[in-house]
Structure formats: structure tokens, C-alpha cells
T-cell receptor, first 113, second 115 residues
Framework: NAGVTQTPKFRILKIGQSMTLQCAQD?????MYWYRQDPGMGLKLIYY???????DKGEVPNGYNVSRSTTEDFPLRLELAAPSQTSVYFC????????????FGSGTRLTVV | AQSVTQLGSHVSVSEGALVLLRCNYS??????LFWYVQYPNQGLQLLLK??????LVKGINGFEAEFKKSETSFHLTKPSAHMSDAAEYFC?????????????FGSGTRLQVQP
């Protein structure tokens, strides 16, 4: 009964480095999402996927990339990290976002220095 | 496009007092509406959801919300606050007018409960 698993929980990156935030779900959900949470700003959608092989941009996709090769996994790639990417990142999945809402992971706190 | 406005970034109540957290939405089509709660250093948990059945929706931990189409509101209430209710609360909307199957979140309201 793992739900949505995010790794790592914490990470410090130097400017210009790259990394991948991992997200896996075991509920066979087709819909998966990446949000970032900044203080006082709520959650902003970075990328989402409606099924394996299908991804689309959200509100704030610049500086990020995603892939969805399987139903279970939805990694988020940061290329050339910048201080503006310091944030808490949440992955979520859903059977149907209208009727069921989301199941969230516990988040990854990323600091870029 | 849909949007959500949460009035009041911080709300403070005394233990045992009424909790009222405000949420107004904008959508050109009938929306689906959600309230989530986030405890410190955790992810978000679903409190309740409105999916066009009953306009008064009951959720977990004694919370409820009423959908009012005429006021485009979905305010969250709880009759008597408990210390354990201290958290951040997010209202979210899902609407088909953008074609994007994703939730749009408000900026959040931090609830403080005073003893």
C-alpha cells in the first residue's frame, strides 16, 4: 500500500548541475503530475501525463523535462539548475482528476546554491 | 480558464471556535472542487470534494463545505476547532474548459489554533 513514492526527500544542488526527481505509483493510475510549491504561491503545475508515452506542459515547464515510459513512473528532470528552482516538488497521481482528485507523494525539498 | 482565490493567507481561531476558510472559484463550466490539508513537512491529503451531487459536502475530521453556484464559492467550515487542525489548507478546482485534466490550486490558508 505504498501509494505515491518520491525520492529523494531532500537535495542540495549547485547552480548548473542536473538531477532527476523520481516518482512512482502502484495504484495503476493513468494520470500523473508534477507541481512545485513556493511559500504563499500554492502549487504550480509543471508537467503532467495522461498515460504512458503522453506528457504535456503545465503552467511553469521551463527548465524541466519529463518522460513517461511506464504507467508507474514519472521522473522529473532538472537541467542546468538555477536558484529559481529552489522549491518543494510534489508528484501526484489520479484515477480521474475530476471525480477522485489526487494522491500526493510526500515531496522533495530542493535547494539550489 | 479556471482559477481559485483563497481569501486570507493566515487565519487564527481559538480552540473550540468555528473555523471558516474561504474559497472562490472562476470557471466557465461546472467545476469539480476540492479541499486539501497539508501538515508540516508532509504532502497534501484530500479533505473533501464536490462532484455535482450534493451541494453540502462532508469530509474527514469534521470538516464540511458548501458549493454555492450563485456566489461561486466553496467555503470550508468546522464547528469546533481542535489543536490538531493547525495546518495549511488548499482549495482546488478542476474544470474542463481548458482541456487540461489537472487541478488548479489556490495559494493556501494557514490555520492557527490557539489554546
Amino acid at each position: 500500500n505504498a501509494g505515491v513514492t518520491q525520492t529523494p526527500k531532500f537535495r542540495i544542488l549547485k547552480i548548473g548541475q542536473s538531477m532527476t526527481l523520481q516518482c512512482a505509483q502502484d495504484m495503476n493510475h493513468n494520470y500523473m503530475y508534477w507541481y512545485r510549491q513556493d511559500p504563499g504561491m500554492g502549487l504550480k503545475l509543471i508537467y503532467y501525463s495522461v498515460g504512458a508515452g503522453i506528457t504535456d506542459k503545465g503552467e511553469v515547464p521551463n527548465g524541466y523535462n519529463v518522460s513517461r515510459s511506464t504507467t508507474e513512473d514519472f521522473p522529473l528532470r532538472l537541467e542546468l539548475a538555477a536558484p529559481s528552482q529552489t522549491s518543494v516538488y510534489f508528484c501526484a497521481s489520479s484515477l480521474n482528476p475530476d471525480g477522485y482528485g489526487y494522491t500526493f507523494g510526500s515531496g522533495t525539498r530542493l535547494t539550489v546554491v | 480558464a479556471q482559477s481559485v482565490t483563497q481569501l486570507g493567507s493566515h487565519v487564527s481561531v481559538s480552540e473550540g471556535a468555528l473555523v471558516l476558510l474561504r474559497c472562490n472559484y472562476s470557471s466557465s463550466v461546472p467545476p469539480y472542487l476540492f479541499w486539501y490539508v497539508q501538515y508540516p513537512n508532509q504532502g497534501l491529503q484530500l479533505l473533501l470534494k464536490y462532484t455535482s451531487a450534493a451541494t453540502l459536502v462532508k469530509g474527514i475530521n469534521g470538516f464540511e463545505a458548501e458549493f454555492k453556484k450563485s456566489e461561486t464559492s466553496f467555503h470550508l467550515t468546522k464547528p469546533s476547532a481542535h489543536m490538531s487542525d493547525a495546518a495549511e489548507y488548499f482549495c482546488a478546482v478542476s474544470a474542463m474548459d481548458t482541456g487540461r485534466r489537472a487541478l488548479t490550486f489556490g495559494s493556501g490558508t494557514r490555520l492557527q489554533v490557539q489554546p
